[in-house]
């Protein structure tokens, strides 16, 4: 499923987001895949999938062949769940 920059992301996505921007703010740059294939526990190829995904979809930039550039786009309180508290993947961190 495709969607536009400024359009709402799936509840997977948004943690991933929250993930990334919790990483970042914690040490002071953003993930590796393989940080954020730890944490979720996947295989490479899915977190790669789920970054090119997010990259397409407006809600990161990176800069290519650059490690850790992944930048959020999206505000950080939009990485919150639909009830408004923060996703259970970046408290546990």
């Not at 495709?2 to 929250?18: D, I, M, N």
């Not at 703010?25 to 790669?48: C, L, N, T, W, Y």
């Not at 407006?58 to 800069?63: A, K, S």
């Not at 290519?64 to 508290?85: D, F, M």
């Amino acid at each position: 499923m495709s969607q536009k920059s400024g359009a709402p992301f799936t509840e997977k996505q948004g943690h991933h987001l929250a993930f990334i921007h919790t990483y970042s703010f914690m040490f002071g740059q953003p993930p590796a895949e393989k940080d954020i294939q730890r944490h979720f526990r996947v295989s490479p190829p899915s977190v790669h999938q789920m970054i090119l995904t997010l990259e397409r979809n407006g809600f990161i930039r990176r800069q290519p062949g650059v490690p850790r550039s992944i930048e959020i786009l999206v505000a950080p309180k939009t990485c919150a769940s639909s009830n408004g508290s923060v996703s259970k993947t970046s408290q546990s961190l």
